[in-house]
């Protein structure tokens, strides 16, 4: 007996769940500390010598968060490629859950960055429009790649390809009116 393939819809349920779990993460990660360390090292130079400014802070961007933000994200490479292998088989349920989990804190952040007003206090600035334009849209996706995973994943095909073989078909049975009409 073959080993049922990894359809269409399983690669699209672990690629785009590691996209958003993974992938964008760490990209922000990147883009956090590239920037942070461009801000170190700009300065400002006067006409008359001196420097106008010099430095910078990224905003909720602290060295513990993004730490814990890359090693879920890493985290969850991995399960991403274990479940892309297909064994063992109990990574189609840990797949799901860690994208339930994932899903859930992320939607708590995005939606207390979306519920966040703008004050003098946290700064005000022309780049709020985007972020919270790309913070919806994000929302967006972290609500429908979960149900996308969670649908598919519990499937007959992604049950298959996870257990690694197929279920054998019940016997058919013979319907008894269809003989008993026959011989009367």
């Known amino acids: 007996m073959n080993k049922p393939p990894r359809t269409l819809g ?16 760490l990209l ?12 170190e090292t700009e300065l400002v130079p006067l006409d008359s010598g001196g420097t106008a400014a010099f430095g910078g802070t990224v905003l909720n961007a ?3 968060r993004l730490i814990v933000q890359t090693v879920l994200a890493l985290l969850f490479l991995v399960i991403a490629v274990l479940a892309w292998r297909g064994k063992p088989s109990v990574m189609r349920f840990i797949l799901v859950g ?6 859930a804190g992320n939607i708590v ?4 960055t979306l519920a966040t007003p703008q004050t003098l206090q946290t700064g005000i600035d022309s780049g709020e429009a985007i972020t919270t334009s790309l913070a919806t849209i ?3 996706f972290t609500v429908m790649i979960p149900l996308y995973v969670a649908w ?9 390809f996870f ?8 016997a058919r049975t013979t319907s008894t009116t269809a003989t008993d009409e026959g011989t009367g």
Not at 28 to 39: D, S
Not at 109 to 112: C, E, F, G, S
């Open 98 to 103: 860690a994208v339930i989990l994932l899903s």
């Open 109 to 112: 952040l995005l939606i207390n």
């Open 62 to 64: 602290d060295t513990p």
């Open 10 to 25: 399983i690669a699209v349920a672990i690629l785009a769940s590691a996209c958003l779990f993974s992938c964008l993460p």
């Open 28 to 39: 922000e990660v990147t883009m956090v500390l590239a920037l942070r360390g461009h801000l």
């Open 163 to 170: 257990r690694g073989y197929y279920l054998k078909e019940p």
């Open 138 to 140: 994000q929302l967006c």
């Open 152 to 160: 598919y994943m519990n499937r007959g095909p992604a049950r298959a």
